[in-house]
């Protein structure tokens, strides 16, 4: 269940790469999305371990993760940009040994602020791999039924991330927290190895958006900021109210920077599709309430029932078997259904999960959450990949690269979002589980209403939009 099978194609295909070469492009570019998703959920299990060894409270364990989807969100659509000016090999192998000395640095860190710190740096490296994972694999396969195969390896490879997480990530921390982080180090350095393999990439001219990048980075920073700090101190703090005054007034900036720039990171005429719209809508529900569902249900099971690590990690095994099928099941279902079908079943799944966790919270019961679990990520894992490829059927050939890069952006936002308001309401006055179940609440909601928007989806062809004017 994670965000990507896009296909961003592009006019200019490059010369093809000999077979080997192109399968260690292939193989560098899904361990990249492998370890980028896995490092995104993995280390929820160990929050109340490091928690007990490094201090920090619920704050801290929200800027752990958030930390992460942060910069990954942020830095997204300047990536993209980095990967065509200064090649896709060469972007990826910057991002991916910033990746490997940050994981080691989390690994080592002594105090929580040293963790946080490392997190931040981890997600930049994430955010640079990622758009030039995809684009090795354009440069890769030439042949669009090859590169179709090869972009299904590669998401799946993202899917088993997400499905095995929550469980890899309870068994390492059983024997030492550290190991959710350092088990990136020998995979990127077998990654490296591989990319000697791997041609050079074409360069293309690629203007950066300064202003909208700055403005970006400073909204997003300032609204995660203000809604952590908003649960410790209180939303009438001055400090917190400053600093959601200031993301406004970023964010304000940032679209100003993009209506008006010759070369915008995000065009707004995107959004004249009402599919890609929709589409944007879901990601961003979706995202609030698997990542947020996972980081709240992981402290629930250990700080509340006070489950170890290891069986608190086992609860979420039922519903990691079954995503990996369903992942496969969806493409498969939106071939012959079309993508409306899978993705209002599948949001309708995560809804009545939702809920379920929600009247079974006050009860306390590992099985009913082990449960319930199945249904919420059985329900994204139908529902996503559809509506991933919705997107590049919502807009023309020539701006699939950007709807991609803005509906990863709109997800990893609103993982950041989703952590960071359900932990505020964890450490509210009316104690954890009236916070749990209120933040179950919002993301069953959230979903309930996108779940509504994806019934208006239209199948399309190929080349055919039905969604607004693009």
Not at 88 to 116: D, M, N, Q, Y
Not at 180 to 192: E, K, R
Not at 230 to 245: D, E, Q
Not at 281 to 304: E, P, R, T
């Amino acid at each position: 269940m994670t965000s990507t099978s896009l296909r961003p194609r592009q006019r200019e295909a490059p010369a093809p790469m000999q077979s080997s070469a192109a399968r260690f492009a292939l193989a560098v570019s899904t361990l990249g999305f492998f370890v980028i998703t896995l490092d995104a959920l993995i280390v929820n299990v160990a929050l109340a371990t490091i928690g007990t060894q490094l201090g920090g409270g619920t704050a801290g364990q929200q800027w752990i993760v958030d930390g992460y989807t942060l910069m990954f969100a942020s830095l997204l659509l300047f990536a993209g940009t980095l990967s065509d000016r200064i090649g896709a090999k060469r972007a990826f192998t910057f991002g991916l040994v910033l990746f490997v000395v940050a994981s080691a640095a989390c690994a080592s860190a002594p105090v929580l602020w040293a963790l946080v710190l490392a997190r931040f740096v981890q997600g930049a490296a994430a955010s640079l791999m990622l758009p030039p994972s995809m684009a090795l694999i354009r440069e890769a396969f030439p042949d669009a039924i090859q590169r179709s195969k090869a972009i299904g390896l590669w998401a799946l490879g993202g899917a088993v991330a997400a499905a095995a997480g929550p469980a890899l990530g309870g068994l390492l921390t059983t024997i030492d927290w550290r190991l959710v982080f350092l088990i990136n180090v020998p995979v990127g350095a077998a990654a490296v190895a591989m990319l000697l393999r791997v041609p050079r990439s074409p360069v293309r001219p690629a203007v950066f958006d300064h202003v909208g990048q700055l403005a970006s980075l400073v909204g997003v920073g300032a609204l995660i900021f203000g809604l952590i700090e908003g649960g410790v101190t209180g939303f009438g703090s001055p400090l917190v109210i400053a600093s959601l005054l200031g993301a406004v007034l970023a964010i304000a900036v940032f679209l100003v920077a993009q209506a008006r720039g010759r070369n915008p990171m995000m065009p707004l005429d995107l959004f004249r599709s009402a599919g890609l719209r929709i589409a944007l809508s879901v990601g961003f529900s979706f995202m609030v309430g698997w990542y947020g569902m996972v980081f709240v249900i992981s402290l629930f099971l250990q700080q509340h029932l006070g489950l170890s690590p290891l069986f608190a990690g086992l609860a979420f095994l039922p519903a990691s078997v079954l995503i990996a099928i369903s992942n496969v099941a969806a493409g498969r279902l939106a071939a012959r259904r079309g993508p409306r079908f899978p993705a209002v079943l599948g949001q309708l799944l995560m809804v009545s999960g939702l809920v379920g966790m929600l009247l079974a919270a006050p009860l306390g019961s590992l099985m009913a959450v082990t449960i319930l679990l199945v249904p919420i990520g059985v329900g994204g894992a139908l529902a996503m990949p559809p509506i991933t490829a919705h997107v590049l059927d919502s807009v023309p050939a020539h701006r699939s690269g950007a709807a991609s890069a803005v509906f990863n952006t709109f997800r990893q936002l609103g993982g950041a979002v989703g952590v960071a308001v359900f932990g505020a309401l964890l450490v509210g006055p009316a104690g954890f589980v009236p916070g749990l179940q209120a933040s179950l609440l919002i993301a069953a909601l959230l979903l309930l209403a996108t779940t509504v928007a994806s019934v208006f989806i239209q199948r399309t062809n190929e080349g055919e939009i039905h969604h607004g004017t693009n």
